[in-house]
């Protein structure tokens, strides 16, 4: 995490860092983002929870919350955690008004550039801005948006220029760009700049690889081998016999599924590491359980480890072939997975 907050600084050029940590720090835990994310700049979440809990542990920084509030209530629970909302709507905006007196929030006022999911509309952004900058319980400290294509290319392009367009004269810090938009656009990051999967060592892109970006894998999924079958030609594995033994070849069973957060949906040929040699997945993924085929590594016996996804077998190898996206490998691990914290 350490290694690729650096990374993402260097490309900031100057530009300030929120880290993204909602959804427990994309499955990594907030207490190990807590620990790798110390020199950011700021942390950018969803859950008013966990932004608690970060303040009993310690994070005196910036917290931004980029769905800003669900209800009332969380006005009062920003302004005693010192959190900063952000603004996308007009139901948001009038919960700010009818509060007449407490301690000063500080917003950020978000603009919609074409994704169409939160954020003011172009004609209604001046409106929204001097509304908030008339309220006396009310610090407005930026303006954002964010970016539907920035993994294409170009694809930031058309909303960055209409983001400036609509905040010319609008005296405000601004927050830009995402991951994508972070490792390839050169102009325009804006004064901060938000990046989430990048963090965590993950691709943004389809198709070019996290360690081409210089990024690390933060998270290793292992379990090991906990049984081995020798398989003659014609056998079949696993439920719906999916798989066939094309000749004779030795099978592992290792002790991962998908109630550990493994994709059910990756089929054979998906990657995996036994004892640090690159194999595949065959048969189909259970419960609790998964086949490999052992021909590449015929040493590995039961013990052997096994890495899911990690340094050797990328994530978003494993996501492209589930036919998702690491991120939501990520954030699917399940609880009764054992977390340990290495570094």
């Not at 656009?185 to 965590?200: E, F, K, M, S, T």
Request: proline letters at 5%.
């Amino acid at each position: 995490m350490q290694h690729n907050l650096e990374l993402a600084r260097r490309r900031a050029a100057g530009a300030r860092i929120w880290a993204v940590v909602k959804a427990n720090a994309y499955g990594h835990g907030l207490a190990h983002a807590l620990r790798g994310f110390a020199l950011a700049d700021g942390l950018a979440m969803v859950e008013f929870d966990q932004a608690r809990w970060l303040r009993e542990s310690g994070w005196a920084g910036r917290i931004l919350m980029l769905e800003g509030a669900f209800e009332p209530v969380d006005l009062d629970e920003a302004a005693a955690l010192g959190l900063e909302l952000v603004v996308h709507c007009e139901q948001q905006l009038g919960w700010l008004e009818a509060r007449s007196r407490g301690p000063v929030i500080a917003v950020q006022l978000k603009l919609n550039t074409g994704m169409n999911r939160l954020g003011f509309q172009p004609a209604m952004v001046r409106q929204a801005y001097a509304r908030l900058t008339a309220l006396p319980t009310v610090q407005l400290r930026g303006l954002l948006t964010h970016f539907a294509d920035a993994d294409l290319p170009g694809g930031a392009d058309a909303a960055r220029a209409r983001f400036l367009e609509l905040v010319t004269g609008l005296p405000q810090e601004s927050s830009l760009a995402n991951s994508a938009a972070l490792i390839d656009q050169c102009h325009g990051r804006g004064d901060w700049v938000r990046p989430g999967v990048a963090l965590y060592g993950a691709s943004p892109f389809a198709g070019r690889s996290a360690a081409g970006l210089g990024l690390r894998a933060a998270m290793t999924l292992a379990s090991r081998l906990i049984g081995v079958q020798q398989l003659q030609a014609g056998d079949r594995v696993g439920y719906g016999s999916t798989f066939t033994a094309p000749a004779p070849m030795r099978i592992g069973v290792a002790a991962c599924g998908y109630a550990d957060g493994y994709p059910r949906r990756a089929s054979t040929g998906t990657p995996v590491a036994v004892a640090g040699v690159r194999t595949r997945v065959v048969g189909r993924v259970s419960m609790d359980m998964l086949t490999v085929d052992l021909t590449p590594v015929p040493q590995a016996d039961v013990g052997a480890e096994v890495e899911l996804w990690g340094e050797t077998v990328p994530i978003d190898e494993v996501a492209a072939a589930a036919g998702t996206i690491g991120y939501e490998l990520m954030c699917a691990l399940a609880p009764r997975v054992r977390v340990e914290a290495i570094g």
